[in-house]
Nanobody, 117 residues
Framework: QVQLEEFGGGLVQPGGSLRLSCAGSGISFESYAMAWYREAPGKERDLVARIWSGGSTNYADSVQGRFTISRDNAMNIVFLQMNSLQPDDTAVYYC???????????WGEGTLVTVSS
């Protein structure tokens, strides 16, 4: 029914950039707060960035100024532009869609980002 799928992960050198994409089907992104989470090996899944339905954003302190979340509601896509990547950014990155009023909380399968020289 509802599906989120992430694209754009891969291997990048420290200081490099990647842009992740999350494409959705079965829901309309315009009604959802969209977010990127990440899960490093052996660690909990943590919020990286969130963009609300009205367009406001929140970022984890660790990525503030380096990452930018954006959305294209017409295309049902959310992006995460990642710049100045560091080894500590290595993780599986997950797309999330949340609407508490509708009782909707959906996750993608994740895409691996590895930052290494």
């Amino acid at each position: 029914q509802v599906q989120l799928e992430e694209f754009g992960g891969g291997l990048v050198q420290p200081g490099g950039s990647l842009r992740l994409s999350c494409a959705g089907s079965g829901i309309s992104f315009e009604s959802y707060a969209m977010a990127w989470y990440r899960e490093a090996p052996g660690k909990e899944r943590d919020l990286v960035a969130r963009i609300w339905s009205g367009g406001s954003t929140n970022y984890a302190d660790s990525v503030q100024g380096r990452f930018t979340i954006s959305r294209d509601n017409a295309m049902n896509i959310v992006f995460l532009q990642m710049n100045s990547l560091q080894p500590d950014d290595t993780a599986v990155y997950y797309c999330n869609a949340l609407n508490t009023y509708l009782r909707g909380n959906y996750w993608g399968e994740g895409t691996l980002v590895t930052v290494s020289s």
